[in-house]
């Protein structure tokens, strides 16, 4: 009875109407179709995002078992890691400045290791709407700091690499 009704409904619509609830229909389809793609097949980026949080992984464990010592407590690296994605996040009003001051902070491996972690993978967004696919904390400080104004801010990236070299840190940006 309800399936009669809402063909019924439907054919009674005007013709323009009719289109509009075929072409959202087809765009839904289309979105969920999409994200069930992406699901299912990753892209190359968020694959060796997803590594290098796994390769993290061990090497916190590792760090750990050999003896060397977080700067931090855990909590405050998730504090840190969310100071540097919002410094960053934004297509306009971004502050490269604070996640290079987060970068810095890092004292050894194993503090790298564990804002890496922290950070996880997250999404970018220009507007409010996402732009690229997610990344990792070092993808998206080589995207955002290392390559905006054609490579005019990538001092910033040789600034925490030198950083971390000085102080024995065998990761890079």
């Given amino acids: 009875m309800k399936k009669d009704n809402l063909y019924k409904y439907y054919t009674e619509l005007p013709q323009w ?5 075929v072409v959202g229909g087809v765009g839904v389809v ?3 179709g999409l994200r069930i793609y992406k699901k299912l097949f990753p892209s190359q980026s968020e694959r060796t995002a997803q590594q290098l949080l796994n390769t993290v992984a061990t090497d916190i464990q590792r760090w750990k078992r050999e003896g060397l010592t977080q700067s931090y407590p855990d909590l405050e690296y998730q504090t840190l890691a969310n100071a540097a994605y919002e410094g960053m996040r934004y297509c306009a009003g971004d502050s490269y400045s604070d996640v290079e ?3 810095k902070k890092m004292q050894n491996n194993l503090d790298v290791a564990m804002l890496i972690d922290a950070f996880g993978i997250r999404q970018n967004y220009c507007f409010g709407i996402p732009a690229g696919t997610p990344l990792d904390l070092m993808s998206f400080v080589r995207k955002e700091l290392g390559n905006d104004y054609f ?4 001092y910033r990236v040789k600034r925490i690499n030198d950083n971390w070299q000085k102080k024995g840190i065998t990761y890079k940006v």
Avoid: R
């Avoid at 490579?151 to 990538?154: A, E, K």
């Fill in 101 to 103: 001051t987060v970068m």
């Fill in 151 to 154: 490579g005019l801010t990538d």
């Fill in 30 to 32: 289309g979105l969920l």
């Fill in 17 to 21: 109407a009719k289109g509009v609830v």
